[in-house]
């Protein structure tokens, strides 16, 4: 008889404890299937550095970047995620090609499949003007120094007014003329005398550089004979 009864109160105890944790309610968030975010063009692109951007999914709590230089085939973690649409990529190779993908995590770390992969080049380093040499009345060499680098070309700027400007005082010629990469001078020619200009340059690799230095020269006046 006691065993019956002790039985029947076990039963009566396992009832309850059952129908306690069906009424629990689930605090829980349902998972989501993550959607692949799209991943957009790059902005701000400089020398070692860039803003990897996309569009954020539903139901991600964050964003984890992977990049790789020169090929799409062997991607890297970037070391910070986000939970915004966006990311400075910091620590870069200059003037190379980068690719960039993302990914999204939602609250129990289950993630997306990859975005589509974004392509860049990182900018080079801009040359370094010197002193004009050869300064006659008409004409001087603007010359410059480069940091290395693959660099295809350069560009030359020569202005009646100092950089940066708009644009409207450029010299003839000389709005952006290519230089070979051998060569790391230029004669300017076709100027007035007795005239202040400026020359600066940018190296041209997989990508353009800013605007170098600017250098002031001061074209001699004419010598009556």
């Not at 998972?31 to 990897?52: K, S």
């Not at 499949?113 to 603007?142: M, Q």
Request: aromatic content about 14%; hydrophobic content about 35%; proline content about 6%.
């Amino acid at each position: 008889m006691k065993n019956y009864i002790l039985g029947v109160f076990i039963i009566a105890i396992t009832t309850v404890f059952s129908s306690c944790s069906k009424d629990e309610p689930n605090d829980s968030p349902t998972p989501i299937n993550l959607l692949a975010p799209i991943a957009t063009a790059a902005t701000d692109i400089q020398e070692g550095q860039f803003q990897a951007n996309w569009e954020t999914v539903e139901g991600a709590i964050f964003y984890r970047v992977q990049i790789t230089v020169w090929d799409s085939l062997y991607f890297m973690d970037y070391p910070i995620e986000t939970s915004a649409d966006s990311l400075v990529i910091t620590g870069q190779v200059c003037n190379y090609p980068h690719y960039y993908r993302v990914q999204a995590f939602d609250y129990k770390n289950n993630s997306s499949p990859y975005s589509n992969i974004i392509s860049l080049a990182s900018r080079p380093y801009p040359p370094i003007a010197y002193n004009a040499s050869n300064i006659t009345d008409s004409s001087f060499i603007a010359n410059f120094a480069d940091y290395g680098g693959e660099i295809y070309y350069y560009l030359v700027y020569v202005s009646t007014s100092d950089f940066p400007n708009d644009g409207s005082d450029m010299v003839p010629g000389f709005n952006g003329k290519s230089i070979p990469s051998n060569k790391k001078n230029v004669t300017v020619t076709g100027l007035q005398a007795n005239t202040t200009y400026y020359f600066a340059f940018k190296s041209a690799g997989f990508n353009i550089s800013k605007l170098s230095n600017s250098i002031k020269v001061v074209t001699k006046p004419v010598v009556n004979i």
